[in-house]
């Protein structure tokens, strides 16, 4: 019971110094959102400044480039300065809030102890007067021990003269004496029951001193883990400085990147124009190998003339005759030393070969209409990079021809469409009879009358 009172003692004006602490956290806090308040409008005012539309708060001109780093190093070194001050802050409310939470659970102690004195104040009142009571009660049975002792004395002395009166009397006064001590043993049997309470109470603040010091360890476990927390919050901070900065770098890149996903646009655009570029170069080269001076006999004829000839052979047995052709590539000696490209051309009939004058006309007619048929099929099949074409285009190709060696040709013709080679053909000719012609289905005449021209188709069944 003393010790608590000790206790209580100690914890005097707790009430007041929370409130005291709780003040100044509050003053903290309050200080701490002006800091932030002010960090926010410092980083607001360096963003607008990194932005191209910057201008002077005063004047509203843009800003130059060197005010711009000048007054990029004052907010940024302002910032920095808030930004530490800020951490103090913090660190300052840790503790505070350390210092209230160990003054709340002194407060929390301190009524703990308030219940417990009380209830050791009322067991304690009614214990008051015991001890006095069992020392008054033990005097009293040594007394009556001393006189039961004087008593049988008196009784053995005066055995002689013992009367029946006084007799009565000894009985009585030993009743009395018996009851004195029946008393005498109630209350000693009261004080002990009581030395058992007090014992008990003296356990119970045994264990509430066990108690007492639990607690106390758990104050210190409890401080030593909010010291870590201190400390933690504190790295936090730290962290979360450099995720904002870590962030700012991060834009940073991806604005990069962004300009990369640019440029590597503008390089696959590049990369595609050159890709048509070289297209386009292999088919000027193509077209130079074909079509430059002297270059179109020596490129096609010398690489392909077998092939000529086998395509020349396949258009005559399409048209029904007996008649096969080769052709000869031979070098042959032109003016000043030059060298020249010669084809010979020899022709069979029935196996046997003959002279080209000495096939009729309209022979002649077939075997250099295959021969040229054949060169265009070649030329075609070389320079069509991606499909040949399914159509045949004959222009002026009937002009010196006799009517006889025109329907010649158009039988040709017939034959040619028939075999699925060409999808379409188109003669492009003066010649009035090939109108009258089974072999060609659409007309389309095309007349000039004072400028305009006129078109007319028509189709044969």
């Known amino acids: ?31 701490e959102a002006d800091l932030k308040a002010k960090i926010e409008n410092l980083e607001n005012n360096l963003n607008l400044l990194m932005s191209a539309e910057a201008k002077c708060p005063v004047c509203g001109s843009p800003l130059t480039p060197e005010v711009k780093v000048r007054r990029r190093e004052y907010l940024s070194s302002e910032i920095k300065r808030l930004r530490e001050e800020l951490r103090n802050v913090k660190l300052k409310i840790s503790d505070v809030e350390v210092k209230e939470r160990k003054l709340s659970e002194s407060i929390s102690e301190k009524a703990g102890i308030e219940v417990l004195v009380s209830r050791l104040e009322r067991e304690l009142a009614g214990l008051e007067g015991v001890e006095e009571e069992f020392d008054r009660v033990k005097e009293e049975l040594e007394k009556l021990k001393r006189e039961r002792n004087s008593l049988v004395g008196s009784v053995l002395a005066f055995t002689s003269t013992f009367s029946l009166e006084y007799a009565e009397k000894m009985i009585m006064e030993m009743i009395k004496a018996r009851e004195e001590l029946d008393k005498v043993i109630e209350w000693r049997a009261k004080a002990e029951r009581l030395r058992s309470e007090i014992k008990e109470l003296k356990k119970e603040l045994g264990r509430a001193e066990g108690l007492r010091e639990e607690l106390m360890g758990l104050m210190e476990e409890r401080r030593r883990v909010e010291e870590r927390l201190r400390r933690v919050e504190f790295e936090l901070s730290e962290y979360r400085d450099r995720l904002s900065r870590a962030e700012e770098r991060v834009k940073s890149i991806e604005e990069s990147l962004e300009e990369l996903k640019k440029k590597e646009s503008r390089l696959k655009e590049l990369k595609e124009r050159v890709k048509r570029l070289e297209f386009d170069l292999k088919v000027y080269t193509y077209l130079y190998d074909v079509f430059a001076e002297g270059r179109f006999p020596a490129t096609l004829l010398s690489r392909f003339v077998e092939v000529i000839e086998d395509y020349a052979n396949d258009y005559l047995r399409m048209f029904n005759t007996d008649i096969r052709i080769e052709l000869k590539l031979r070098q042959s000696l032109r003016g000043r030393g030059g060298v020249t490209q010669v084809i010979d051309l020899i022709a069979y009939s029935n196996n046997y070969r003959r002279e080209i004058r000495t096939f009729s006309g309209g022979e002649q007619t077939l075997i250099g209409f295959a021969i040229r048929l054949a060169i265009s099929r070649l030329i075609a099949e070389l320079y069509a990079f991606r499909k040949r074409p399914k159509f045949l285009i004959i222009d002026e190709g009937f002009g010196p021809l006799d009517a006889e060696l025109r329907d010649t040709v158009a039988y040709a013709l017939s034959k040619l469409y028939e075999s699925g080679e060409y999808e379409q053909l188109i003669v492009i000719s003066h010649q009035e009879d090939l109108k009258e012609n089974p072999v060609f289905r659409t007309l389309i005449e095309i007349d000039k009358v004072e400028g305009r021209s006129t078109v007319k188709i028509s189709h044969q069944t």
């Open 1 to 31: 019971y003393r010790e608590l009172k000790e206790r209580l003692k100690e914890l005097e004006g707790v009430d007041e110094r929370l409130k005291e602490v709780q003040k100044v956290k509050e003053e903290l806090r309050l200080r």
